[in-house]
C-alpha cells in the first residue's frame, strides 16, 4: 500500500487551523452582517460554459474541468464521438461538452454575476451580497500559492451611489481593526489613470501608463520611466506623469493639486470628484473618527489589474513594519459585469478579502486569540470505577456552565492520560480520585504553574470560566 | 447568449438559505467543541487512488473525477498514451492518472482516515475530529437527493471506551434539543444482529437476516418472514427472529429478555452488555434527565449498511408525528478503518448529521429563528442631501450598538425605496427627514403595524435592539 498524501496545492486544515480560519470568517460574516451584506453561496461546480471566456486565456488554462461521468456504459457511436473529441482536446485548447460539462468555479465573481442574472426578478436591487468559499485554479503551486483556496467577497449591484464606495471602506477598516491587523488602504480612481494618458496627449495609452505605474513600488521612479519610454510615451508625458505622482500631502492636498493639473479633463475631473466624495461620506459614517480615517491614503500609481473596473479602486496593505507581505485586499467599481450573462447596464462595486494572506499576517502578528489553540479548556482524568461515574458527573456540570471539556475515554495509565493531556496543550487537568469524590469536591492541576488544588465543584466552573 | 445555468443536482444558496444553514452548522459546531471535538478540514480534490476501490463497484461509479490540465500542450509521445488510455476509459470501468489524477471527495470518513494515517505520529488519541464539508456524488439527481450536499461527521478514532458512545448520544440529544427538533434515537449492536444468525443456527447468514430485517419498517413482518425464507433462513429460524424483533417494553426490559434470548450466544452477551454499559454511561453524563434520556429506544431491526459496523449502531428518525422523513443521523462503532492505508487496529466509532434534511425538517417544524429570514432589522430612507448625512449618523449610532441596518444608497424616490424595504422584508423603516433631522429625532415606521412614530436615537436603539 502506497503512503496516502494528497494533491499539490491542496492542504488539509488542522484543528487549530480551522478554529484559527474560522476566527476570521466569523468576524467578516458579522461585519458584513451589520452593514446589510447578504450572504451567498453557489456550487462548487459550474456548466464549463459559465466560466470559459471570462478570464482570458491563461485563466482559462487554469480552470479544472470535471470528467463527464459514465463514459464507458455509452453505446458505439457516443464512444465514436468521444474518441474524436478527445484528439480534438489533444490538439488545441478546447473542451468538449461530451466529455466535460462541468467545471470547478475559479473565482466568486462569475458565479455571483451569474446568479443575479438568473435571480433578477426575485431580487431587491441594490442587492448587497457577500460569499465566501473555496475557488481553484491549476496554477503552479508555491509558496502561498495554492489550487484551492478561499476568496472573501463583498459587492453592491445596481447603484450607482459613492455611499457603496464609502460603506465598502468602513468594511474594510472595522474588519481590520476587530482582526487587530494595521493597515493602508489605498485608494485611486480609474479616471485619474484616464486623465493621466490625457495629460500625455495620448489617451490611447491609458493601458500603458497603468501597467508601467503598477511597478513603482517594485521597480521605483527610474524603473518605471524607462517602461513608459519603452511603450511608447513622449518624454513631455514622462514628465508630467513624475508631476502627478511626486504630488504629496494629505488626501485634500493631493486632490486640490490633481484638480490644478488635471483642470481641463474631463476625466480627471469626474475621478477627483468621485474620491472626494467618497471621502466626504465615508467621513461621515464614521464620525470623523480619527483612528479609523487615517490610514486612507489616495496613490494614483494604484492600478488593480487592467480591464475590469471604471471607477474608485482600493487596495489594502498591512501596515505594520514587521510584515512583508503584498494586498491582503482590494476591489473597486466595475460596470456590467453582468453584462455577459445578458444583463446589461447594472453597475457595481465591491471589496475582497485575501483570507490565506490575513491568516499569515494574523499567525506573523500573534493577534489570534489564545482560546483558539486548544479548543477545550480541561482534561478530565479518568480513574475508573466509582471514580469514572463521579467524573461523568463533573464533566456535564462543567458542560452545562458553558465550558467546553473532555473525559478521557479509557482508564488508561496515570501517566498516558497526562501525556495525552501535555500534546493537546490544555490549561488545566482535572482529577477526580478517591478523596475528591467522598469530599464532593475536584482536584485541578494547572498546566503552566504545575500547582495543583482542591476545590468546589462551583470554584472550579469560576475558575475555568475566567480562563477559557 | 444562452441562459446561464447551474449543473443538475447542484444548488445555489440564497441569502436567507446560507443563514439557515449556518444556524444549524454554529449549533453543531459549539456542542462539538463544548465536548471536546476538534474541527478538521480536508481539499475537495483528493488523489483518485485515495477513493477508488473504498465504495464498492457502484460507490466508485459515482466518483467525479477531475480532468487533468494542460493537455493539448503534452509532447507527442505522451498524446499517444493519452489516446490510448482514453480508448480504455471508453471501454471499462478505469481512470488513467494520466488522464485524471484527482478526484471530488465523495464522503468524509475516507479523507478523515487518510489524515490520520498521514498524520499518526502528531496526533494525539483518542482522537476527537468533527468535519462539515460539502461532498460530491454523480447520483441521478431527485428529490432531495443532489449531487453536491453536506456532511457533518463526529469521530472518535483511538479509544474502545464506551463512554464515546455515551458521549455521542449526548451530542445527538443535545443537538436536537437546541435545534428544537424532536427526535427518537434507536440504538442496536451489530454483535445482536450476529447472535440471531446464531439463534437461527445460520452464523453464516448475518447478512442476509441484517438486510431483510432492514426493510422491516418499509414492508412490515410479513414481507421480512418472506424475503428471510427466500434468503433460505429456516422456518425455525424464522420463529426465533418473530420472538426476539417482538420483544416489548423499556430498554432495560427488552435487554433483560434478550439476555434470556440469548445466553448461549457469546456475541449475543457481548452486544446486550455494550448496550447496558452505554445506556449507563449515558444516564450518568445526563444525571438521569428524564427529556434526556427518553427518546432513546433499542431497535433489535436496526441494521445501518452492511460492512463497516462492527459494536454500537444508532439512527436519528425525527419524532414528530407531522413529519415524514427518513433518518437524519446514524452512526456506529467500527473497526480498522484506517485500516485501508495502513495503519491498523484504530478502533473508532461516530455519528454524522443529515444537513439537507435536518434542513427540512425543521422549515417544515417553523423551528428556526425568525431574524435569520432578512438579516438587517431596519432599512434608512435615504431623502438626499443634508438629510442624507444625517441619515449616515444614524446608521453608525445603530451600527455602534450592534444593531445591523442599511441605507438605501441611492436618492432614489420615496416609493421606490419603500418597494426595496417591503421586498426585503425589513421589519422597520427609519425617515430621517428634515424635521427628524432639526429635532435630532428618528421616525420609524413599523411594517407589521404600518405605525409610524417620532421617537429620539437612544429610543430607537432600545427599540430596535429588543426587536433584532
Known amino acids: 500500500m502506497s503512503k496516502p498524501s494528497i494533491p499539490q496545492g491542496t492542504r488539509d486544515f488542522s484543528p487549530q ?21 447578504q450572504p451567498l453561496e453557489t456550487p462548487a461546480m459550474e456548466n464549463l460554459t459559465t466560466l470559459t471566456g471570462k478570464y482570458g486565456e491563461e485563466g ?5 474541468k470535471v470528467l463527464n461521468n459514465g463514459l464507458h456504459e455509452k453505446k458505439d457511436g457516443d464512444k465514436e ?8 482536446m489533444l490538439s488545441k485548447p478546447y473542451s468538449s461538452p461530451i466529455v466535460t460539462e462541468r467545471a470547478l468555479r475559479y473565482d466568486l465573481t462569475i458565479p455571483f454575476a451569474r446568479y443575479v442574472v438568473m435571480h433578477q426578478n426575485d431580487l431587491a436591487f441594490p442587492f448587497r451580497r457577500y460569499q465566501m468559499q473555496p475557488v481553484w485554479r491549476a496554477d503552479r503551486p508555491q509558496k502561498g500559492r495554492y489550487r484551492e483556496f478561499w476568496q472573501c467577497d463583498a459587492d453592491v449591484v445596481g447603484s450607482t451611489s459613492l455611499i457603496n464606495e464609502a460603506e465598502l471602506l468602513y468594511i ?9 491587523v494595521p493597515v493602508t488602504i489605498k485608494i485611486n480612481s480609474r479616471k485619474l489613470l484616464a486623465a493621466l494618458a490625457e495629460l500625455c496627449g495620448m489617451p490611447e495609452k491609458m493601458m500603458d501608463i497603468t501597467i508601467a ?11 518605471v520611466a524607462k517602461e513608459l519610454q519603452e511603450r511608447g510615451i513622449s518624454d513631455d508625458g514622462i514628465w508630467q506623469i513624475e508631476k502627478v505622482i511626486n504630488v504629496k500631502g494629505t488626501n485634500a492636498e493631493k486632490l ?6 488635471m483642470q481641463h479633463s474631463e476625466s480627471g475631473m469626474a475621478g477627483i470628484n468621485e474620491l472626494s466624495k467618497t471621502l466626504e461620506y465615508y467621513r461621515e459614517i464614521v464620525s470623523a473618527d480619527k483612528e479609523m480615517i487615517s490610514g486612507i491614503a489616495i496613490d494614483i500609481s494604484l492600478a488593480r489589474g487592467l480591464n475590469y473596473y471604471t471607477g474608485v479602486i482600493v487596495e489594502v496593505v498591512c501596515a505594520h513594519p514587521d510584515v512583508k507581505m503584498g494586498s491582503i485586499g482590494g476591489g473597486g467599481r466595475y460596470d456590467d459585469l453582468t453584462g455577459l450573462f445578458g444583463l446589461k447596464g447594472l453597475s457595481g462595486v465591491g471589496v475582497s478579502f485575501g483570507i490565506d494572506r490575513i491568516y499569515d499576517v494574523m499567525d506573523e502578528l500573534k493577534v489570534f486569540p489564545a482560546q483558539l489553540t486548544t479548543g477545550s479548556t480541561a482534561l478530565i482524568i479518568n480513574f475508573g470505577g466509582e471514580n469514572e461515574i463521579y467524573a461523568l458527573h463533573i464533566l456535564q456540570h462543567l458542560r452545562n456552565a458553558g465550558i467546553a471539556v473532555e473525559i478521557y475515554p479509557d482508564v488508561a495509565k496515570f ?15 482535572l482529577l477526580p480520585g478517591d478523596e475528591e469524590r467522598e469530599k464532593n ?15 468546589s465543584v462551583e470554584m472550579c466552573i469560576k475558575l475555568l470560566s475566567v480562563s477559557k
Open 17 to 37: 487551523e480551522v478554529r484559527k480560519r474560522q476566527y476570521i470568517f466569523d468576524t467578516l460574516r458579522q461585519i458584513f452582517e451589520l452593514c446589510g451584506f
Open 415 to 429: 501517566d498516558k492520560q497526562m501525556k495525552y493531556a501535555n500534546k493537546r496543550g490544555f490549561a488545566y487537568v
Open 60 to 64: 482559462d488554462r487554469l480552470i479544472f
Open 441 to 455: 469536591m475536584i482536584s485541578i492541576k494547572d498546566f503552566n504553574t504545575g500547582e495543583q488544588k482542591m476545590q
Open 213 to 223: 505605474l503598477d511597478k513603482l513600488d517594485k521597480i521605483g521612479w527610474i524603473g
Open 256 to 261: 486640490v493639486a490633481f484638480a490644478d493639473m
Open 172 to 180: 474594510y477598516q472595522a474588519a481590520f481593526k476587530k482582526l487587530q
Open 81 to 88: 464521438k468521444l474518441a474524436a473529441e478527445w484528439d480534438k
